[in-house]
């Protein structure tokens, strides 16, 4: 199937994409800013520009689609000031107008759209168990998802199939929930949210980005489903249950009233008690690999790497591309100025395995050398540069080439680590991440200069 994903940038999408891929389905992609996209989508697609605010979704994106999938939506975590909620609902209901429209005007239209609501659309609950029978609610986030719903609905009348996830607390690794509460639980100052005994429904973004290809895939699933693990539970066990995972104490609560103080009407996402459980899900044969909390903590938190994946096709042959990318002087063309990169030498004359190789580069104005060994060496197919000395606590970057298409499809994984543990994580890993997608940009649009696109 050919797939269009908007949204794809974000902590969902970047687990999405490749079990689409994965799946053998073709991908487009919807994004504001595709050229600084490519190192935020970690599997080869088309890209195509759209501002949801301003511009239907451009022709030839939608194309020969035979699934949509609209994981658009602006951040909630933030003050809900009046232009806030504006932005809130204006990011998810007119962008998902402006994909039924573009629908709506398609001789051959789609089968099916997946959207996103949020359990937000159950307003506060108490413990009352919440299945997708269940009518909407009150409140800001209950208003922006009922009107976002019934925007997705309206696919139904043009003979789409339209599936509305209503998706819980997203857990997962560098975003989610787990990017705020994680910080203040190994520093020791974490703790229950109110009384602790709202109900909390939560969801790992692994099964979140399964669900969502379950439901392109399973003609009988349609209408609101609530993307929900089956166990929820209340914040006080969620407290306790994460406090485990780190080995840490959770001693200082946040009352409600303080929260309400310092964020305003967002402390309802928080404060609001939602049984939310999976019933339709479930009843359509989806599988959760991650059901009980205790088993998705330990498994995350026990991460402490980072990721950064992109790949690249040029029109090449896979001869030619490796030969370039192992020559340790091109990486000098392939590094932005602003690094005031430099290759040094190396230890062998070739690049091969144990080859060392030194260099020298200067962040914010801070002068650094850098070492790395070459390991995992598979001449025409792969190998990894492995920091020895450097600015990172690990640093292993392996570079893969593929003969694909009649040409060379490149696939980057650097997986790291920053500095000063919690306080690095806080501080210098937001740095580092925004500073390696301009770098790795850089270097796909500098390959792309050099041997095509």
Not at 148 to 154: D, G, Y
Not at 254 to 283: C, I, N, R, T, Y
Not at 318 to 345: C, H, I, R, W
Request: glycine share 8%; net charge neutral.
């Amino acid at each position: 199937m050919k797939i269009l994903v908007t949204g794809a940038t974000g902590l969902v999408g970047q687990q999405l994409l490749p079990l689409l891929a994965a799946a053998g389905h073709d991908i487009n992609v919807l994004t504001r800013d595709p050229k600084t996209a490519v190192a935020r989508l970690p599997v080869r697609c088309r890209r195509y520009k759209w501002d949801p605010a301003l511009l239907e979704p451009p022709k030839e994106a939608l194309e020969g689609v035979d699934a949509v999938i609209n994981l658009a939506g602006e951040n909630i975590a933030a003050r809900w000031t009046d232009s806030k909620k504006a932005e809130l609902e204006r990011s998810r209901v007119l962008s998902t107008h402006q994909l039924v429209k573009a629908m709506e005007d398609m001789e051959a239209r789609p089968r099916v759209f997946v959207s996103c609501s949020g359990i937000g659309y159950y307003g506060d609950r108490k413990s009352l168990e919440l299945d997708e029978s269940v009518s909407g609610g009150n409140g800001v986030l209950a208003d922006v998802c009922k009107k976002w719903e019934a925007e997705a609905l309206k696919a139904e009348s043009l003979g789409v199939r339209t599936v509305v996830l209503r998706i819980a607390t997203v857990l997962g690794t560098d975003g989610g929930a787990l990017k705020f509460m994680l910080p203040a639980f190994r520093m020791c100052v974490g703790g229950r949210v109110g009384s602790g005994r709202q109900w909390m429904s939560w969801i790992h973004v692994r099964d979140l980005a399964r669900l969502m290809l379950h439901a392109v895939e399973t003609e009988s699933l349609r209408g609101p489903v609530n993307a929900t693990s089956p166990e929820p539970v209340t914040n006080a066990e969620f407290t306790r249950t994460l406090a485990k995972a780190v080995h840490r104490p959770a001693f200082l609560p946040m009352p409600a009233f303080l929260l309400k103080l310092v964020v305003g009407e967002m402390s309802g996402v928080l404060l609001d008690s939602q049984k939310a459980v999976p019933k339709k899900a479930e009843a359509c044969g989806f599988r959760f690999d991650y059901p009980e909390l205790e088993g998705t903590l330990v498994n995350l938190c026990d991460v402490h790497t980072h990721a950064l994946r992109m790949e690249q096709w040029v029109p090449q042959p896979l001869n030619t591309m490796f030969e370039f990318y192992s020559d340790a002087k091109n990486l000098e063309v392939l590094t932005p100025p602003f690094l005031n990169f430099q290759v040094l030498g190396q230890s062998t004359r070739q690049m091969e395995e144990g080859t060392r190789i030194n260099y020298r580069l200067q962040l914010y104005g801070i002068p650094f050398r850098w070492q790395s060994v070459i390991m995992d060496w598979k001449s025409g197919r792969r190998f990894s540069d492995i920091q020895v000395v450097g600015p990172y606590w690990l640093w292993h970057h392996t570079h893969e080439f593929i003969e694909q298409d009649g040409g060379t499809l490149i696939r980057d994984c650097a997986i790291y680590r920053v500095p000063l543990w919690t306080l690095g994580e806080l501080l210098i890993y937001p740095v580092v991440r925004r500073d390696l997608e301009k770098i790795f940009a850089f270097r796909w649009q500098k390959t792309c200069d050099l041997f095509g696109e």
